[in-house]
């Protein structure tokens, strides 16, 4: 699990085709490595991957075809930046929402604007997916967990403050730019247990 609290913004520095598969290498910047085992779960860009190989600074890990296939992962080339998370710890904080790095879908940023020093993104979702967005419910867009403020059909916005632009990708994505979209898991069990003349 995680929490959508980006820890670093690290940098694709190989993408190996394996079979169908691709090796990817990340490099580090800010996370310590440290504490990061083989083995150990990381979220990469909102995707949650098992560290297979561990060097310095840099680690890797296999993605799958079906992985590459439903998520933007299948975008990246060497030099692509990517937020970072490790998996959250017994006694870690939680300061933001129960991520579990499964992405539910590709969303796209339909218009970006500035409000103030913040910037304010529009995001169309998968029409499936629009009846687990909700005004002020919880959303991890590329890893980052974010607070919905409006909604309009399947499309939501969000505000980047500017902490978050400048310890996140967010804040370089521009109108057209894809995103690996998880919605939040109370929605989506509460969602759940409406009886289906109550779902759209």
Same mark, same amino acid.
């Given at each position: 699990?995680?929490?959508?609290? /980006? ?6 520095? =190989?993408?190996?085709? &394996?079979?169908? !598969?691709?090796?990817?290498?990340? *490099?580090?910047?800010?996370? @310590? ?6 083995? !150990?779960? +990381? ?9 297979? $190989? &561990? =060097? ?7 993605? =799958?075809? $079906? ?7 299948? @975008?990246?080339? %060497? ?9 959250? &710890?017994?006694? @870690? ?9 499964? /992405? ?6 339909? %218009? %970006? ?9 529009? +995001? ?6 629009? #009846?687990? +967005? ?7 867009? @590329?890893?980052?967990?974010?607070? +919905? ?17 400048? /310890? ?9 730019? #894809?995103?690996?979209?998880? /919605? !939040? ?5 509460? *969602? =759940? ?6 779902? &759209?």
């Amino acid at each position: 699990m995680f929490t959508g609290i /980006v820890q670093d913004i690290g940098e694709a520095r =190989s993408l190996e085709p &394996r079979g169908g !598969d691709v090796r990817l290498t990340v *490099a580090c910047r800010r996370l @310590d490595l440290s504490r990061v085992q083989l083995g !150990d779960s +990381i979220c990469v860009q909102g995707c949650c991957l098992t560290v297979t $190989e &561990r =060097s310095g600074q840099a680690f890797a890990a296999d993605v =799958s075809r $079906e992985t590459l296939s439903l998520t933007t992962l299948g @975008d990246l080339v %060497a030099g692509s930046p990517v937020n970072l998370e490790p998996a959250l &710890r017994a006694g @870690d904080p939680l300061g933001g929402h129960l991520v579990s790095g499964h /992405v539910d879908g590709v969303a796209r940023v339909v %218009a %970006a604007s500035e409000e103030a020093r913040s910037v304010r993104l529009k +995001i169309e979702v998968p029409a499936q997916l629009a #009846r687990y +967005i909700a005004r002020k419910g919880s959303v991890a867009v @590329d890893g980052v967990s974010l607070t +919905i403020n409006e909604v309009a059909d399947t499309v939501f916005g969000v505000n980047i403050i500017p902490h978050t632009q400048a /310890v996140t990708t967010l804040g370089k994505l521009a109108v057209g730019a #894809r995103v690996n979209l998880e /919605v !939040d898991q109370v929605a989506r069990y509460l *969602a =759940s247990l409406l009886p289906p003349s109550l779902q &759209r």
